[in-house]
């Protein structure tokens, strides 16, 4: 087992190829939606919404994995995060969805998966909160990893890279 490489980059998560899944901000029904959701399955094509409709509806801090259709990438892992101040506990609901997210990839011997920072667009989780929770959830699900050897947080503007990247550090994981 190869400890597991956690980084932070500014980016588009459609734009990973050289990983082996994304991960979706879903929503509960898994269908196109704004933010993460709209841009995954705009690069993916409708083929992903069809192959979306048999796994859904999940719950908050569940994870489903599909296909990555149109995507560079051979798979699409989908999480619901919390909807902040709304399902409780957010933490726990959160971080549900990185460890369930990469318990999935490791059953399917993937070896690099790529995150979005789930619940911080539309279900309004403060960034910082969000980067404390994830960071801490990829840390300690990693200890229990076989086969994904690198996590890429990619974040959509600098300053939210930054909010992770310290989170990194304060978590003292390098
Ligand atoms: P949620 O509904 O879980 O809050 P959103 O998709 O609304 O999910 O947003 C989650 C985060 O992803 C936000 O910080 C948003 O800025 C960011 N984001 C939106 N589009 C993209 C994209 N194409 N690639 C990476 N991050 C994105």
Same mark, same amino acid.
């Given at each position: 087992?190869?400890?597991?490489?956690?980084?932070? %980059?500014?980016?588009?998560?459609?734009?990973?190829? =050289?990983? =082996?899944?994304?991960?979706? &901000? &879903?929503?509960?029904?898994?269908?196109?939606?704004?933010? %993460?959701?709209?841009?995954?399955?705009? &690069?993916? *094509?409708?083929?992903?919404?069809? @192959?979306?409709?048999?796994?859904a509806p999940i719950r908050p801090g569940q994870a489903v994995i599909s296909? *990555?259709?149109?995507?560079?990438?051979?798979?699409?892992?989908?999480?619901? #995060?919390?909807?902040? #101040?709304? =399902?409780?506990? +957010?933490?726990?609901?959160?971080?549900?969805?990185?460890?369930?997210?990469?318990?999935?990839?490791?059953?399917? *011997?993937?070896?690099? %998966?790529?995150?979005?920072?789930?619940?911080?667009?539309?279900? *309004?989780?403060?960034?910082?909160?969000?980067?404390?929770?994830?960071?801490?959830?990829?840390?300690?699900? #990693?200890?229990?990893?076989? +086969?994904?050897?690198?996590?890429?947080?990619?974040?959509? +503007?600098?300053? =939210?890279? @930054?909010?992770f990247q310290r989170a990194l550090e304060a978590s003292g994981y390098d």
């Amino acid at each position: 087992m190869t400890k597991l490489r956690v980084e932070c %980059v500014q980016g588009d998560i459609t734009q990973q190829p =050289d990983m =082996d899944a994304v991960v979706n &901000a &879903a929503n509960a029904r898994l269908m196109p939606g704004g933010g %993460v959701a709209g841009a995954i399955h705009q &690069a993916a *094509g409708p083929g992903l919404a069809q @192959e979306c409709q048999a796994l859904a509806p999940i719950r908050p801090g569940q994870a489903v994995i599909s296909g *990555g259709h149109a995507l560079p990438n051979r798979y699409v892992i989908h999480c619901l #995060g919390p909807v902040y #101040g709304q =399902d409780e506990p +957010s933490d726990q609901l959160l971080g549900n969805c990185f460890r369930h997210a990469l318990g999935l990839a490791d059953e399917h *011997g993937l070896r690099s %998966v790529a995150f979005p920072a789930i619940s911080t667009g539309v279900f *309004g989780y403060p960034i910082k909160e969000a980067a404390a929770v994830a960071v801490a959830a990829v840390v300690d699900e #990693g200890a229990a990893l076989n +086969s994904v050897a690198l996590v890429r947080f990619v974040l959509f +503007s600098d300053s =939210d890279r @930054e909010v992770f990247q310290r989170a990194l550090e304060a978590s003292g994981y390098d």
